[in-house]
């Protein structure tokens, strides 16, 4: 049985002592996989802060409850037994609206830094900047990874853009022409892009543990786009195994890269974010994407990237004569709104909201019949759930159905590039 | 000899006047190519008005000024003599500084737009817009094209986008994998961009009326990248016969099209600026672009292009979906600038600052020895000039005589992507 000494002076919280007490474990193969993990109970008294540590471990793949059985150790590596998501056939496409960002957004406190930015810096407003973007806003947003995501990251490697659709771009020109992979299901718009710029894009299908490496494998994908910390639509988290393995597989060949979508990873309502593939890469194969957009609104465009180390010269070459497409102005703004503390506190507010919104969500479900026997899935990351239900009604009378109760959902179907062939009784719920 | 009936009333000057009677009698063929035209002295009295209306016609390629014998009618279609600009050898590429935009840009005035539209229009600086820009902003900028360019345009074609190089990667998503043409001198940055993101880009040279359209016509181009109105470096405004023909071989075919880079047409020094070739296109074939950048300040990434109303359906099918990339912030507080009649002050200003700049520089080189016997060319367009010396020296030891002297120069060799073989005895001199 093991034992762990819990420091109760760290700031860490316990749970993150057990955590990584576990984590370690096993990466070292002090636990090994398919080792059954001490209950909760006989582990240590606090309940609670074993559940945090567990579900923590269990986001990330590491560890798996087995009903009735206990919590077992996954293996590290590839998964051989890959289980297919679904598949089958349907047209229709719903637009779901996006998020009332703006209700939420501090516009008081931004109108206040602006107008203080404006009578302060005439001369760097004025001032041509590099390509890159500020380097205060750049030093910013480095501190507030390293704060918040735990990712060590140097103001050199980071590159603002005005939105991702623009930094996909930019990555174009970096990269050249390579073939891109993209996640199947997923947000169309982004294999949209690539192939809108001319570039073969390969779908490589999701598996309940994060993309098929089989299919990656015998696929000619050099650049593979996907979001590993919560997948959209099926808000699926990589699994610590296909981590490495992903990993892996970039660094075989010189020309791979992954490029890391982190979209939403502000928003997980429960446990700590879900670690970075970028803060797990040592062999400088990770491109590191966020925005602003979707945290503070989407009427101020700002995003960025983090490059490889192995990936700025390359940039310096071929890009330094671009313009920075975001305006001085706002750059500015929003270094003062991170380094105030703002940005944190907006983060922490919109949390709240949508935690209260979910929990609405989830007892409105209880008042409808339509809802028996349904099972809420990967609920605790970004601002939406999947729900399998049991039905016997096709997906889309259960989208109408769903949607006549007054709830704003989408189909899990309408998301696949090459629609599935039977229902999948599952639809996506927002948090808003 | 020819009479025309000058009207006192009229709100045009006088020479624009003389200037429309003489275009449209060629266009008719009342004057015929090689036709001589009256004196100035035989066809008015007003000297002056004749010289301005002489001096357009002249710009745009109507007519030619034989030295003591006076003015001729040019031929309106493509000139069977092309005239190859001289070709030569050299490597060394010299960066010129850019303007000091932000000492003439009105910061007061921008800040106090800033504060107004932070204090009054909370719900639509927070309301995500389409992905064309603002309606209120294509609105104001379609009245300034009409009011200085003569352009009818309508809000609906125009596109906003964070910078012109931002708005060259949508058009390739909207034309897909066409064959790219760019002028050769030109300016590298945009054949860049084109071959960086893996087009095909064509090199058509110029010539002293605009680019070879032998060569244009015999290439594979089917979009040709242009700036008609004054062409960087070699500050060639192409003639009115060559604008007809560009526009008949983009005709030809429906693949084909115009990119017309407008980018510094609001720096015509002297007379009337040249009419766009989007404003002369009946067929639909014209991309025009330009950019605030450059007379606002670089800081502030607000570029557009007009896109014909053939490609707007597309547009909408395959790009509606692209978030714009400049905030609302900036797209409003741009809105009320020009509204107020701030931005064409400012152009005012500026021109004013560039004119006295001109002639101190002009004033300038009669103080120094190189300059003996030198010719200036293409003088009244954009905010430089070409200088033909004569000179023994080479290109390189020219440039760095005429920089020994305090001038801020940059040799036209630098500009071709084919160095040429022979030393053209050309520099560029900024007025800044």
Redesign the interface.
């Given at each position: 049985m093991l034992t762990y000494e819990l420091e109760y002076s760290r700031t860490e919280p316990l749970y993150l002592q057990i955590y990584e007490y576990i984590r370690k474990d096993m990466e070292s193969e002090r636990i090994k996989a398919g080792e059954k993990l001490p209950s909760k109970r006989g582990l240590a008294s606090q309940l609670g802060v074993i559940e945090n540590a567990y579900h923590q471990l269990e986001a990330e793949g590491y560890i798996k409850a087995v009903q009735k059985k206990g919590w077992f150790a996954e293996k590290i590596s590839i998964s051989q037994k890959e289980r297919e998501m679904p598949k089958q056939e349907f047209r229709e496409t719903e637009e779901v609206k996006?998020p009332p960002?703006?209700m939420l957004?501090p516009?008081s406190v931004w109108?206040k830094i602006?107008?203080e930015i404006?009578?302060s810096d005439?001369?760097r407003?004025?001032?041509?900047?590099p390509c890159e973007g500020a380097y205060e806003l750049r030093s910013a947003i480095a501190e507030h990874l390293w704060n918040f995501r735990n990712m060590q990251v140097k103001p050199e490697q980071i590159i603002i853009g005005?939105?991702t659709?623009?930094l996909y771009?930019l990555l174009?020109?970096l990269l050249?022409?390579s073939v891109f992979g993209v996640e199947e299901p997923g947000y169309s718009?982004i294999s949209?892009?690539y192939t809108?710029?001319?570039l073969q894009c390969i779908r490589i299908p999701m598996q309940m543990d994060g993309i098929n490496l089989n299919v990656l494998h015998n696929s000619e994908t050099e650049i593979m786009h996907i979001s590993p910390s919560h997948h959209f639509p099926t808000g699926t988290v990589t699994s610590i195994g296909k981590r490495y393995a992903l990993l892996g597989w970039a660094s075989e060949q010189d020309n791979r890269y992954i490029i890391e979508d982190d979209y939403d990873s502000e928003f997980r309502l429960s446990g700590k974010p879900i670690p970075s593939l970028f803060s797990l890469d040592v062999m400088d194969k990770v491109i590191y994407i966020n925005t602003f957009?979707k945290t503070l609104?989407?009427?101020?465009?700002i995003s960025y990237m983090i490059l490889p180390f192995s990936l700025l010269d390359k940039f310096h070459q071929?890009l330094s004569?671009?313009?920075?497409?975001?305006?001085?102005?706002?750059q500015y703004a929003l270094v003062k709104f991170i380094k105030k503390g703002y940005f944190e506190k907006h983060l922490h507010r919109m949390r709240k909201y949508y935690k209260d919104r979910r929990n609405q969500l989830f007892s409105d479900m209880k008042l409808y019949k339509i809802f028996d026997g349904s099972v809420i899935m990967n609920e605790n990351a970004g601002l939406h759930c999947l729900v399998k239900f049991q039905t016997e009604l096709s997906d889309k009378a259960l989208l109408k159905e769903v949607r006549k109760s007054g709830f704003q959902a989408a189909a899990l179907y309408e998301y696949y590039h090459e629609k599935p062939e039977q229902d999948l009784h599952i639809l996506l719920f927002y948090y808003y």
């Open positions: 996006n960002e703006h957004f516009f109108a602006m107008r404006l009578a005439q001369t407003l004025m001032t041509r900047m005005a939105g659709e623009y771009m174009h020109l050249g022409e718009k949209d892009i809108g710029l001319g957009s609104t989407p009427t101020i465009r071929k004569r671009y313009a920075c497409t975001v305006s001085n102005f706002e």
